[in-house]
Protein backbone atom coordinates (compact mmCIF):
# COMPACT_ATOMS: atom_id res chain seq x y z
CA UNK A 1 0.00 0.00 0.00
CA UNK A 2 1.31 3.16 -0.94
CA UNK A 3 1.98 5.92 2.06
CA UNK A 4 0.18 8.48 0.76
CA UNK A 5 -2.83 7.68 -1.74
CA UNK A 6 -5.41 10.50 -3.49
CA UNK A 7 -7.47 10.39 -5.85
CA UNK A 8 -6.08 12.14 -9.10
CA UNK A 9 -9.57 13.33 -10.29
CA UNK A 10 -9.80 15.83 -12.17
CA UNK A 11 -12.67 17.06 -10.02
CA UNK A 12 -14.49 19.71 -12.66
CA UNK A 13 -17.41 21.63 -10.29
CA UNK A 14 -18.97 25.22 -11.39
CA UNK A 15 -18.22 28.12 -9.13
CA UNK A 16 -20.44 28.10 -5.67
CA UNK A 17 -20.53 24.55 -5.51
CA UNK A 18 -18.88 22.13 -2.40
CA UNK A 19 -16.49 19.83 -3.35
CA UNK A 20 -14.56 17.55 -1.12
CA UNK A 21 -11.58 15.04 -1.41
CA UNK A 22 -10.07 12.51 0.61
CA UNK A 23 -6.54 11.26 0.88
CA UNK A 24 -5.25 8.33 3.05
CA UNK A 25 -2.34 6.87 4.59
CA UNK A 26 -0.44 4.00 6.07
CA UNK A 27 1.08 4.73 9.21
CA UNK A 28 -0.84 5.17 11.78
CA UNK A 29 1.28 6.66 14.07
CA UNK A 30 1.30 9.90 11.84
CA UNK A 31 0.45 13.05 14.18
CA UNK A 32 0.47 15.79 11.68
CA UNK A 33 -0.95 16.57 8.62
CA UNK A 34 -0.86 18.90 5.62
CA UNK A 35 -2.74 20.24 2.70
CA UNK A 36 -1.04 22.13 -0.07
CA UNK A 37 -2.27 23.71 -2.45
CA UNK A 38 -0.02 24.18 -6.43
CA UNK A 39 -1.15 25.72 -8.93
CA UNK A 40 -0.09 25.70 -12.62
CA UNK A 41 3.90 25.65 -13.06
CA UNK A 42 4.26 27.40 -9.68
CA UNK A 43 6.09 25.51 -6.25
CA UNK A 44 3.36 23.84 -3.78
CA UNK A 45 2.68 25.92 -0.46
CA UNK A 46 0.96 25.26 2.69
CA UNK A 47 -2.95 25.89 2.58
CA UNK A 48 -3.88 24.27 5.96
CA UNK A 49 -2.49 21.63 8.99
CA UNK A 50 -4.34 19.96 11.09
CA UNK A 51 -3.12 18.22 14.24
CA UNK A 52 -6.08 17.03 15.75
CA UNK A 53 -9.54 16.34 14.26
CA UNK A 54 -9.86 18.97 12.12
CA UNK A 55 -9.42 22.76 10.95
CA UNK A 56 -11.46 25.22 9.59
CA UNK A 57 -10.14 28.21 7.84
CA UNK A 58 -12.76 30.74 6.08
CA UNK A 59 -14.29 28.41 2.99
CA UNK A 60 -11.99 25.38 3.84
CA UNK A 61 -12.09 22.82 6.22
CA UNK A 62 -9.96 20.03 6.59
CA UNK A 63 -10.85 16.83 8.81
CA UNK A 64 -8.79 14.09 10.20
CA UNK A 65 -10.75 10.55 10.96
CA UNK A 66 -7.79 8.54 12.26
CA UNK A 67 -9.58 5.02 12.56
CA UNK A 68 -9.95 5.05 8.70
CA UNK A 69 -7.17 7.15 8.30
CA UNK A 70 -8.11 9.57 6.12
CA UNK A 71 -7.98 13.12 6.36
CA UNK A 72 -10.40 14.92 4.01
CA UNK A 73 -10.16 18.64 2.25
CA UNK A 74 -13.87 20.56 1.66
CA UNK A 75 -14.56 23.47 -0.20
CA UNK A 76 -17.54 25.73 -0.05
CA UNK A 77 -19.12 28.32 -2.26
CA UNK A 78 -15.75 27.44 -4.75
CA UNK A 79 -14.03 30.30 -6.92
CA UNK A 80 -12.86 30.21 -10.02
CA UNK A 81 -9.73 31.12 -8.05
CA UNK A 82 -10.02 28.04 -6.27
CA UNK A 83 -8.80 25.93 -9.45
CA UNK A 84 -5.14 23.86 -9.06
CA UNK A 85 -3.69 21.09 -7.54
CA UNK A 86 -4.29 19.93 -3.67
CA UNK A 87 -1.20 17.69 -2.57
CA UNK A 88 -1.89 15.79 0.57
CA UNK A 89 0.88 15.51 3.17
CA UNK A 90 1.59 13.08 5.61
CA UNK A 91 4.86 12.98 7.42
CA UNK A 92 5.57 9.62 8.71
CA UNK A 93 5.98 9.56 12.39
CA UNK A 94 8.94 6.93 12.56
CA UNK A 95 10.95 9.17 10.71
CA UNK A 96 12.63 12.78 12.10
CA UNK A 97 13.12 13.39 8.39
CA UNK A 98 11.37 12.10 5.28
CA UNK A 99 8.01 14.22 3.82
CA UNK A 100 6.34 12.14 1.65
CA UNK A 101 3.52 13.74 -0.58
CA UNK A 102 0.55 12.50 -2.30
CA UNK A 103 0.23 12.68 -6.11
CA UNK A 104 -2.35 15.50 -6.02
CA UNK A 105 -5.93 15.64 -6.95
CA UNK A 106 -6.44 18.25 -9.76
CA UNK A 107 -9.45 20.64 -9.13
CA UNK A 108 -10.90 22.81 -12.21
CA UNK A 109 -13.68 25.69 -11.16
CA UNK A 110 -15.72 26.08 -14.00
CA UNK A 111 -17.88 29.54 -14.95
CA UNK B 1 8.95 35.12 6.13
CA UNK B 2 10.59 31.56 5.59
CA UNK B 3 12.46 31.59 1.98
CA UNK B 4 13.73 28.88 0.25
CA UNK B 5 15.79 29.87 -3.13
CA UNK B 6 17.15 28.39 -5.84
CA UNK B 7 19.75 29.14 -7.69
CA UNK B 8 18.25 29.46 -11.46
CA UNK B 9 14.23 29.17 -12.63
CA UNK B 10 15.12 27.87 -15.84
CA UNK B 11 18.03 25.96 -16.91
CA UNK B 12 19.26 24.23 -20.58
CA UNK B 13 22.13 21.62 -19.90
CA UNK B 14 23.82 18.94 -22.55
CA UNK B 15 23.63 15.53 -22.21
CA UNK B 16 26.46 14.16 -20.46
CA UNK B 17 27.18 17.43 -18.53
CA UNK B 18 27.76 17.99 -14.83
CA UNK B 19 24.76 19.67 -13.49
CA UNK B 20 24.50 21.61 -9.83
CA UNK B 21 21.39 23.12 -8.68
CA UNK B 22 21.55 25.08 -5.82
CA UNK B 23 19.36 25.79 -2.59
CA UNK B 24 19.53 28.09 0.11
CA UNK B 25 16.86 27.90 3.09
CA UNK B 26 17.30 31.06 6.12
CA UNK B 27 14.89 30.09 8.41
CA UNK B 28 17.63 27.36 10.79
CA UNK B 29 15.53 24.13 9.10
CA UNK B 30 17.43 21.18 9.81
CA UNK B 31 15.81 19.06 7.03
CA UNK B 32 16.33 19.82 3.10
CA UNK B 33 14.65 18.20 0.53
CA UNK B 34 15.48 17.48 -3.18
CA UNK B 35 12.23 16.35 -5.27
CA UNK B 36 11.79 16.46 -9.05
CA UNK B 37 8.27 16.73 -10.23
CA UNK B 38 6.80 15.42 -13.90
CA UNK B 39 3.06 15.48 -15.01
CA UNK B 40 1.47 12.59 -13.91
CA UNK B 41 3.76 11.37 -11.44
CA UNK B 42 3.37 14.19 -8.74
CA UNK B 43 6.35 15.02 -6.64
CA UNK B 44 8.83 12.13 -6.33
CA UNK B 45 11.85 12.35 -3.96
CA UNK B 46 15.17 12.16 -4.49
CA UNK B 47 17.39 12.82 -1.42
CA UNK B 48 17.01 14.53 1.75
CA UNK B 49 19.37 15.75 4.52
CA UNK B 50 18.32 15.74 8.32
CA UNK B 51 21.70 17.49 8.68
CA UNK B 52 25.05 19.05 8.34
CA UNK B 53 26.99 16.27 5.91
CA UNK B 54 23.87 13.69 6.40
CA UNK B 55 22.28 12.44 3.06
CA UNK B 56 19.48 9.80 2.81
CA UNK B 57 18.29 8.20 -0.89
CA UNK B 58 14.64 8.73 -1.75
CA UNK B 59 12.77 7.00 -3.68
CA UNK B 60 14.83 7.91 -7.29
CA UNK B 61 18.11 8.97 -6.30
CA UNK B 62 19.55 7.03 -9.57
CA UNK B 63 21.94 9.44 -11.14
CA UNK B 64 21.77 12.09 -8.52
CA UNK B 65 23.76 13.21 -5.82
CA UNK B 66 23.66 15.43 -2.92
CA UNK B 67 25.86 17.50 -1.11
CA UNK B 68 24.78 19.52 2.57
CA UNK B 69 28.12 21.21 3.77
CA UNK B 70 26.37 23.87 5.66
CA UNK B 71 22.99 23.75 7.34
CA UNK B 72 21.18 26.60 5.19
CA UNK B 73 22.41 25.24 1.76
CA UNK B 74 21.65 21.52 -0.26
CA UNK B 75 22.70 20.85 -3.82
CA UNK B 76 21.65 19.00 -5.76
CA UNK B 77 23.92 17.34 -8.77
CA UNK B 78 23.50 15.10 -11.22
CA UNK B 79 26.72 13.40 -12.48
CA UNK B 80 26.06 12.78 -16.31
CA UNK B 81 22.82 14.91 -17.32
CA UNK B 82 20.42 12.40 -19.32
CA UNK B 83 17.20 13.73 -21.36
CA UNK B 84 15.49 11.65 -18.96
CA UNK B 85 16.25 13.77 -16.27
CA UNK B 86 14.33 16.56 -18.04
CA UNK B 87 11.98 17.77 -15.47
CA UNK B 88 11.02 20.49 -13.03
CA UNK B 89 12.81 20.10 -9.72
CA UNK B 90 11.76 21.44 -6.20
CA UNK B 91 14.00 22.16 -3.08
CA UNK B 92 12.05 22.16 0.51
CA UNK B 93 13.26 22.20 3.84
CA UNK B 94 11.49 22.03 7.04
CA UNK B 95 12.00 21.32 10.77
CA UNK B 96 11.54 17.68 12.10
CA UNK B 97 8.45 15.88 11.38
CA UNK B 98 8.38 15.36 15.05
CA UNK B 99 8.03 19.11 15.81
CA UNK B 100 4.88 20.83 15.21
CA UNK B 101 4.86 23.20 12.65
CA UNK B 102 6.92 20.63 10.56
CA UNK B 103 5.47 22.12 7.58
CA UNK B 104 7.72 21.71 3.85
CA UNK B 105 8.45 25.04 2.69
CA UNK B 106 9.17 24.65 -1.02
CA UNK B 107 11.88 26.90 -3.40
CA UNK B 108 9.99 28.63 -6.57
CA UNK B 109 11.31 25.53 -8.62
CA UNK B 110 13.95 25.03 -11.29
CA UNK B 111 12.82 24.10 -14.74
CA UNK B 112 16.01 21.78 -16.65
CA UNK B 113 16.04 20.45 -19.78
CA UNK B 114 18.34 18.34 -21.08
CA UNK B 115 19.34 18.52 -24.63
Known sequence: RKEVEQDPGPFNVPEGATVAFNCTYSNSASQSFFWYRQDCRKEPKLLMSVYSSGNEDGRFTAQLNRASQYISLLIRDSKLSDS??????????????????????????RP | DV????????????TGEKVFLECVQDMDHENM?????DPGLG??????????????????PEGYSVSREKKERFSLI?????????????????????????????GQGTRLTVV
Open chain 2, 3 to 14: KVTQSSRYLVKR
Open chain 1, 84 to 109: ATYLCVVPPYSSASKIIFGSGTRLSI
Open chain 2, 43 to 60: LRLIYFSYDVKMKEKGDI
Open chain 2, 78 to 106: LESASTNQTSMYLCASSFPSSRTGAEAFF
Open chain 2, 33 to 37: FWYRQ
